[in-house]
Nanobody, 116 residues
């Protein structure tokens, strides 16, 4: 079973960029799909992007063309490159692992604030 730790959040101006990282410890990392969620203030947690074991990707419509998810199985890392950030992207961002075999695991999240 993995453990996940997010990093890379911070304060950025509208139009800026951030790269979030999700570091995984544990074995068989390549067997997990990794998902990025976010929870905006006063809102439910929502799925933002997914990278599958085959490196297929999925994005919610609101971030398509601005956010890009990638994985490096050798480093046990997943990245979320966020460009053209908007104030409405302000949220706590979480990564989650899913697998047919193991229970899902959440990280503790990293805060992203987009403000001038």
């Amino acid at each position: 079973q993995l453990q996940l730790v997010e990093s890379g959040g911070g304060l950025v101006q509208p139009g800026g960029s951030l790269r979030l990282s999700c570091a995984a410890s544990g074995s068989d990392f390549s067997m997990y799909n990794i998902l990025w969620y976010r929870q905006r203030p006063g809102k439910q947690r929502e799925l933002v992007a997914t990278v599958t074991t085959a490196s297929s990707t999925y994005y919610v419509d609101s971030v398509k063309g601005r956010f890009f998810i990638s994985r490096d199985n050798a480093k046990h890392m997943v990245y979320l490159q966020m460009n053209s950030l908007k104030p409405e992207d302000t949220a706590v961002y979480y990564c989650k692992s899913t697998s047919f075999v193991f229970p899902e695991v959440w990280g503790r999240g990293t805060q992203v604030t987009v403000s001038s």
